[in-house]
């Protein structure tokens, strides 16, 4: 597993402690900035991270903003991107196990670090349930492909 990490400046902080415990558990991951100090707009980088899963250099990715939802938007823009806010440990499991989320986006203006890695945890473990919800993510795919009809 490879993650594509990304933040604003409201989520460096809270990108710095998840990237600290990503190396204490050992999982790779790249991160595409920005840098303390800077002062950058989400959509640049939460783009420059989700376009590497777009094109399989990455797994899943990891995006910090100030609430988690402007990362969110960016990213459900682009093909095969299921990017779910999560906020509690509930969302981090319904993200993965119901709704197959492969982007999970955090909010460093919402969330503790202790909160984000409990959440990050989570994410990460949780597989797809597959079944009814297989049915439901293989729906969201008809609409990105620009099938509207009722189905
Ligand atoms: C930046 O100030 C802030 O607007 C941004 O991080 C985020 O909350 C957007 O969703």
Redesign the pocket.
């Known amino acids: 597993m490879k993650l594509a990490l990304a933040s604003?400046?409201?989520?460096y902080d809270l990108k710095k402690a998840v990237v600290d415990y990503l190396k204490s558990v050992g999982v790779d991951f790249i991160d595409f900035g920005c840098g303390p100090g800077e002062n950058v707009d989400?959509v640049d980088y939460g783009a420059e991270a989700i376009r590497r899963v777009v094109c399989k250099e990455c797994d899943r990715a990891i995006l910090f903003?100030?609430?988690?939802?402007?990362?969110a938007?960016v990213a459900n823009k682009f093909p095969g991107i299921i990017a779910t806010p999560c906020w509690d440990e509930f969302t981090a499991t319904v993200s993965r196990t119901h709704n197959n989320s492969n982007c999970l986006t955090l909010?460093?203006?919402v969330l503790t670090p202790e909160q984000a890695i409990a959440i990050v945890k989570i994410w990460l473990e949780k597989e797809f349930e597959g079944g009814r919800h297989e049915r439901r993510v293989k729906k969201i795919a008809q609409l990105e492909e620009g099938n509207f009809k009722k189905v």
């Open positions: 604003d400046h409201a989520g989400y903003c100030g609430t988690g939802l402007g990362m938007v909010g460093g203006r």
